[in-house]
């Protein structure tokens, strides 16, 4: 506004001039004006565009606050990305850092896969039952050499493989608590270290109780941890194709039976028994490879969820305790401890349960004693050793090329709860085909008595631990497994001294045959006709309109994880009989 007063002031002084007289012609001072005019015009022109300059920077401005909540708008996605990667962190480990408790309580649902990666478990499991299982029925290849070394008897010599046997039932319990707390892989791998540690220390055994221990208990108790959780978790990985999965898996028996007699007789003839105890025990390292593949069962991940616990905390435990409350709160411990690792729950209400269990025990008795005699009896009937160990060969071969097939044969829908019948006309055909022995130590009548014993143990070793899934729930399966394995472990244990008493007093080997045959035979027998009294009680009742009976419910040992298995049809002509076979 100055310079546009200025201007106009500058503009009268010159009319005034011009009317005072001045000379100048008026055109030129009218010409003046108008430039005058226009640098007035571009002036304000200038003034605008400083305006507009200004709105700009104000622009500008506005430009910048925006980038700078753009940028804290990118630190807060930067710090969610955190939140998730560290929630997704606490998933693995809850899948991985804590592998070793898999069996803990897991939220949410397991689906059985029934192949996937269920498949290389499934080798694994054949592996390490073909070098637990099968070990100890190749101990009598060694049976002569610890007799002479040690000048034992052959109710003396027979603990050796008695005990190992009896030890990887009877640490069923204990197996069934580092399954809880360590994991099935870790439990594995903690086997295969003992069972080899154990072998390697035999070999440097003075003594034939020196070898009870080594061989026998550390041994024996590697096996039990190797054993009896690979099992588990195969149970869980496969729920559709359980019975094929259980067949294929008992192959490993028939793969342990097929190789390690000619491994042990090869070492023997080499490096002697002591050299051969030695290189099985690095051998039987490799249980702890197979663990390691064993990973456990996840439920879906949920992103999103809470790093941690933000509740209040929990109360402050009273610090002064009497003895008695503590007394107290021990038994109370034990107790549920003890119904929750051994299945006596099972055992009292689940009345199929306690019929298969007495059955198996006797069984026991006498189903693995010809297996340890075998080349004993052989050799002691002027037949070579390396011909002796061929007749164990060829047993492990008759159940690698059935089992197979009887496992898929078995998993039709057809023998949907008639396993149990399968299986004990089985295990009758295996006991009567003892009696085979009775007729000559001759290659010949040795090599049909495998070829019969071998077939038979191929459908009773494929179904064994299918039925036992059968009758109990899959969340009780590792507890009952391991009351089971109790309870054989006592007639494995008595089972192979009491055959020696019988040799030392008689001198024949062919009596311990025919006592094994008559004992397996009668738990046949035993098991068939108890189970098909309770199928036509069942049918009765349902007839009647009333429920079966069956077992109470128990304690679960995994809360909150549950198996979701897929409907087969022989599911579905078993929800439509008159309701015999508990579902798992």
Request: hydrophobic share 40%; glycine share 10%; net charge negative.
């Amino acid at each position: 506004m100055t310079q546009r007063n200025g201007i106009r002031g500058t503009s009268d002084r010159c009319l005034q001039s011009e009317a005072s007289g001045d000379r100048e012609p008026a055109g030129a001072g009218m010409e003046k004006v108008h430039e005058i005019n226009d640098g007035m015009e571009k002036v304000h022109e200038v003034n605008d565009n400083m305006e507009k300059v200004h709105e700009v920077n104000d622009g500008m401005e506005k430009v910048h606050e925006v980038n700078d909540g753009m940028e804290k708008v990118h630190e807060v996605n930067d710090g969610m990305e955190k939140v998730h990667e560290a929630n997704d962190g606490e998933s693995e480990e809850g899948a991985q850092g804590n592998e070793c408790r898999d069996s803990a309580p897991v939220k949410g649902e397991v689906t059985a896969p029934d192949g996937g990666w269920g498949w290389v478990v499934l080798a694994a499991t054949i592996i390490v039952l073909a070098l637990t299982l099968a070990f100890p029925s190749c101990v009598g290849i060694f049976y002569t050499d610890l007799q002479n070394e040690f000048h034992a008897s052959n109710s003396e010599t027979s603990w050796v493989p008695s005990i190992m046997t009896s030890v990887l039932h009877a640490g069923g319990p204990l197996c069934s608590v580092l399954v809880e707390k360590l994991g099935c892989r870790a439990t594995v791998m903690l086997g295969g270290v003992l069972s080899g540690l154990g072998m390697a220390a035999s070999s440097f055994t003075q003594s034939i109780t020196q070898l009870y221990i080594t061989a026998g208990v550390i041994t024996g108790l590697g096996f039990c941890f190797s054993f009896q959780p690979a099992v588990t978790i195969l149970g869980h990985y496969f729920v559709r194709r359980r019975a094929f999965a259980n067949a294929m898996s008992s192959t490993g028996t028939a793969l342990g039976l097929c190789f390690l007699p000619f491994l042990g007789d090869y070492l023997h003839t080499e490096l002697g028994w002591r050299g051969s105890f030695l290189v099985l025990g690095a051998i039987l390292l490799n249980c702890c490879v197979c663990g390691a593949v064993m990973r456990p069962l996840q439920p879906p991940k949920h992103r999103g969820q809470p790093l941690m616990n933000h509740g209040p905390p929990p109360p402050e435990e009273e610090t002064e305790r009497t003895e008695k409350g503590r007394m107290r709160r021990i038994w109370s411990s034990l107790g549920a401890s003890l119904s929750k690792h051994m299945a006596f729950d099972q055992l009292c209400h689940n009345t199929r349960y306690c019929v298969y269990a007495i059955g198996i025990t006797w069984m026991m008795l006498g189903f693995v004693v010809p297996l340890i005699y075998l080349v004993p009896y052989a050799t002691a009937n002027d037949m070579e050793q390396s011909r002796a160990a061929l007749l164990l060969g060829i047993l492990g071969m008759v159940n690698i090329v059935v089992r197979p097939p009887f496992g898929i044969l078995f998993s039709m829908s057809w023998f949907k709860g008639r396993h149990i019948y399968v299986f004990s006309a089985a295990l009758l055909v295996n006991g009567l085909s003892n009696s085979i022995c009775c007729i000559g130590p001759s290659f010949p009548v040795l090599l049909a008595y495998v070829a019969v014993y071998g077939l038979s143990m191929s459908v009773v070793g494929s179904l064994m631990f299918t039925v036992l899934m059968e009758i109990v729930e899959m969340s009780r399966f590792p507890s009952a497994l391991g009351l089971l394995a109790i309870m054989e472990s006592v007639t494995l244990l008595i089972g192979p001294p009491l055959a020696g008493v019988l040799i030392d007093r008689t001198g024949q080997y062919f009596h311990v045959f025919f006592a094994c045959s008559a004992v397996v035979a009668s738990s046949a027998v035993f098991l068939m006709v108890s189970f098909c009294w309770l199928d036509k009680r069942d049918s009765e009742l349902s007839k009647q309109g009333q429920p079966p009976a069956r077992p109470e419910p128990a304690v679960d040992l995994a809360p909150g994880c549950q198996y979701i298995s897929v409907p087969t049809e022989g599911d579905k002509d078993k929800a439509s009989s008159n309701g015999a076979e508990y579902s798992v």
